[in-house]
């Protein structure tokens, strides 16, 4: 990390934290996500009990093990992530590729699960219209599932790049590492829903 | 003139430095920083004719000059425009302009994303307003407002907090909503964008020695005012969302009948509203932080104490919200906690009064026009700042709370305050943007007039709210013995935009016939006064190295024993040489190249806005499309562009 910065220039006549630019601002721009998610998650906490509520609520429909895959699919993808960023630092072209398509693909068969799960969930007779815990299932769940849709298209143009001739640079290295820090992030988050709001009665 | 290194991408890449095209396609924070500070200008004199059309109608007893619906309508523009159009664009203006400059570096840390920043609010700005175009607005089912509605009625008439239910589809009919809703979405986008951009900038592109206690107070609030947006924008877009999906999609959040809440609405917005309010007047405390010691001679009083009283109502600000809502039914433990919250916030707002004093205290002050404006500062937003603590007492707020006692206090903050601040930077950098003097005689006349005509329309009305006077309420009756000072208050009103009218001709007549003004025509204290005027494009010729606060100050001056500034002798030769050196760079400067994607990403987001008002029509749901495929194809052209410094100017 440190020669990077310092081929690239950014620090030899600036003071600084040490942090790439780029890492920093997503630093910021995730820290700024979590109150985004944050206020949806409180907004679903607030409504998920209420006196009522025009049934079915979200909490008759869950079907946990069917949640419990997609999200390890999910975890999963965390850890193919890791595996590409690793296998970029050892200049392994291939094999970067290789683990960047596999984290590609579980997300979309992550959004394949929440595609079925909210048709399943409309035939069962809640949409969000349906009363204010649906709404903002409704809306977390989609707001993150849109999260991953972009972590997915990001990943899918990193992937074209390296198959340019030059490849993933070491340079362009940092915008893997971005995306990997962006992809944790969404991965996270989907953690702490499937918690509260799928787990916790 | 210029030549860029053109590499194929999907267009052919920018290239010119002037002209039309040039601003189009600019990254240059300080372009960028102009057409900030022009269009916020610009929706200053459209929120202001608004206020002007309330004042009109309120000046009388039962006034018959603007319909109920023009008169909400004018209310919740004015409000809107004011906070998101004008002082919010208006701080962007001068941290895009001035931080590089402050803090010594050629450029934000992402141009291009700067360059977003600002296409995105002034489409984001002209589709909310294109909803006096294309709005549509009517009397709800059983409602009263059953009149035909004007275009100037046809706008957003919420009020600017936008309150659910009424928000709702069934309490408020047709478009405007959505436009209010949708626009201040893609306006907060923009917000968010510049912040990440900026505290990078900040925290990241500081010249060599300056370290974070070192730099100027103004980079200090800036950043703080960064990371205030940067955790606030999120919340008010959840709560936007959320209203956006209740009148579009029939979501049911603020539906109390069927588990939703409206206070939930209160919560969200004041949570993101609070912030803002110190969004909104931090930077003009940076502002005033750094024209105060430049005209007493003196280095700011307590340095330290300002900055970290700075962050403290940073984070304060996050836990005071709900004293907006004493009146919401929120529970007395609730009340008592946010009671005592706001209280404190005062403390760190009074350490920042007693050091502006003490700054000028036994200093050499010249009443220049920025002073003057900084010292009216401090002294209406004194006031402000005393009104708003009374709205803490919590029985008390319960007998202001909807009356325009609450307008005075916040006209008072706001306008004493954040506008005030704002006029102050304008003077005060006026020299360094135009490199020419403007007319201290007009500045002095706007001062005067706008300080006489801002106390006669904002004082009367902390007695006509005590009066029982109510807010949002288009007519009072004759025998509530309200007339005489409500006309008071519309004469003040018209003297504020005459006052205006002064600054615009001083303006535009010193831009083209005013002194020079060299490079640092107020002997001051921070990096931006030690490069030309108007400053090259690449800023600093050589990247200057910080040895301590106030830098170029102690190059000028040191201290004799009675610890009296005393001037170097070498000091003019300093700044001559400087004013050289500044024009000559002794290699090429590579900087980053012009760009058409940040217009082109811009101009997509208000296309997605038409198509979620109309994705019930065809033509609204292909709208929606293409805007989207717009946005996507733009970012990847953006993303294809190399992003490195090129060699780009022509004097290296």
């Known amino acids: 990390m440190a020669d990077l910065a310092h081929e690239l220039g950014h620090h030899d006549e600036h003071e600084g934290l040490g942090v790439d630019n780029r890492k920093l601002a997503m630093w910021v721009f995730l820290a700024s996500e979590f109150m985004f998610f944050g206020a949806f998650i409180s907004t679903y906490l607030l409504f998920k009990g209420r006196e009522g509520l025009t049934p079915p609520i979200p909490r008759d429909l869950y079907d946990i093990p069917f949640t419990s895959v997609s999200s390890f699919v999910l975890l999963m993808s965390s850890l193919t992530m890791v595996l590409a960023h690793n296998a970029l630092s050892r200049k392994d072209q291939p094999a970067t590729r290789s683990w960047l398509l596999a984290t590609a693909m579980l997300g979309m068969v992550f959004i394949g699960g929440q595609v079925f799960e909210f048709s399943t969930f409309v035939q069962e007779g809640m949409t969000m219209r349906t009363n204010a815990a649906a709404s903002g299932f409704y809306l977390l769940t989609g707001f993150h599932g849109t999260h991953v849709v972009i972590g997915i298209i990001m990943l899918l143009s990193l992937y074209g790049i390296s198959r340019r001739q030059d490849g993933l640079s070491e340079a362009k290295g940092l915008n893997l590492e971005l995306v990997g820090l962006y992809w944790h992030f969404v991965d996270i988050i989907w953690i702490v829903i499937f918690t509260v709001v799928y787990l916790i009665p | ?652």
């Open chain 2, 1 to 652: 003139m210029t030549t860029t290194a053109s590499r194929s991408t999907i267009f052919r890449r920018p290239k010119t430095t002037t002209g039309f095209w040039s601003w189009i396609t600019t990254v240059d924070h300080k372009k960028i920083g102009i057409m900030y500070g022009y269009t916020a200008f610009f929706f200053l004199l459209v929120g202001g004719l608004e206020a002007l059309l309330l004042r009109i109608q309120l000046a009388g007893p039962e006034g018959q000059f603007l319909s109920q619906a023009e008169y909400n309508a004018m209310f919740t523009m004015h409000g809107t425009t004011m906070v998101f159009l004008v002082i919010m664009p208006m701080s962007a203006a001068f941290m895009n302009f001035l931080l590089p400059l402050m803090i010594g570096a050629r450029d934000v840390a992402f141009p291009r994303l700067n360059a977003l920043s600002y296409w995105v609010f002034l489409f984001g700005g002209i589709f909310l307003y294109s909803t006096f175009l294309f709005g549509t607005t009517g009397a709800p089912a059983g409602g009263f407002l059953a009149d035909e509605v004007s275009r100037l009625g046809s706008a957003p008439n919420a009020g600017w907090f936008g309150y659910a239910p009424n928000t709702e589809s069934q309490y408020s009919v047709g478009t405007v909503l959505d436009y209010w809703s949708i626009g201040l979405q893609i306006i907060g986008l923009a917000s968010l964008l510049s912040s990440v951009n900026l505290i990078t900038t900040i925290f990241n592109l500081r010249a060599k020695g300056m370290r974070l206690l070192r730099m100027p107070v103004f980079a200090w609030m800036s950043l703080v005012v960064n990371f205030l947006l940067a955790f606030s924008l999120p919340i008010i877009a959840v709560a936007l969302w959320m209203i956006t999906f209740d009148r579009q999609f029939g979501s049911q959040f603020f539906q109390a009948a069927n588990g939703g809440d409206p206070i939930l609405w209160q919560h969200l917005f004041w949570l993101f509203g609070h912030p803002e309010v110190y969004i909104l007047v931090l930077p003009a405390m940076g502002i005033v932080s750094e024209v105060l010691p430049v005209f007493s001679r003196k280095p700011l009083f307590g340095y330290a104490a300002v900055v970290f009283a700075g962050a403290a109502i940073g984070f304060l600000g996050f836990g005071v919200w709900a004293h907006h809502m004493f009146s919401s039914g929120i529970g007395t433990v609730a009340q008592a906690a946010f009671g005592l919250s706001t209280m404190t916030i005062a403390i760190p707002t009074g350490i920042k009064i007693f050091n502006w004093l003490g700054t000028m205290w036994m200093g050499r002050l010249r009443f220049t026009t920025p002073m003057l404006f900084a010292i009216g500062f401090v002294a209406m937003f004194t006031i402000g700042g005393l009104s708003g603590v009374t709205h803490s007492v919590v029985p008390a707020d319960w007998q202001q709370t909807d009356t325009y006692y609450v307008v005075a206090h916040f006209h008072y903050v706001l306008f004493g305050g954040a506008i005030f601040g704002i006029f102050a930077g304008l003077y005060y950098w006026f020299p360094k943007l135009t490199g020419r003097m403007y007319s201290e005689k007009l500045g002095k006349l706007h001062f005067w007039l706008m300080f006489i005509g801002f106390n006669l329309t904002f004082a009367p009305m902390h007695w006509l709210g005590l009066q029982g006077m109510v807010r949002r309420t288009w007519q009072y009756a004759a025998d509530t013995n309200l007339g005489p000072w409500n006309m008071v208050v519309t004469i003040g009103a018209f003297v504020i935009a005459t006052s205006i009218l002064v600054f615009m001709w001083n303006w535009v007549v010193s831009r083209r016939r005013g002194v020079q003004a060299g490079i640092d025509p107020w002997d001051a204290r921070t990096l931006e006064w030690t490069i030309p005027s108007p400053p090259p494009q690449y800023n600093f010729a050589e990247i200057p190295t910080v040895t301590s606060l106030d830098d170029f100050w102690h190059r000028k001056y040191t201290e004799d024993d009675e610890e009296r500034p005393v001037r170097r002798e070498g000091a003019d030769a300093l700044v001559a040489e400087l004013e050289h050196t500044g024009r000559h760079p002794d290699r090429p400067i590579h900087l980053p190249a012009p760009s058409y994607f940040p217009i082109a990403v811009g101009l997509s987001l208000p296309l997605v806005g038409y198509g979620i008002v109309y994705h019930g029509e065809v033509w609204g749901l292909a709208l929606l499309v293409v805007g989207l495929l717009a946005t996507v194809t733009s970012f990847i052209g953006w993303a294809q562009e190399p992003s490195e410094p090129e060699p780009f100017g022509e004097e290296g």
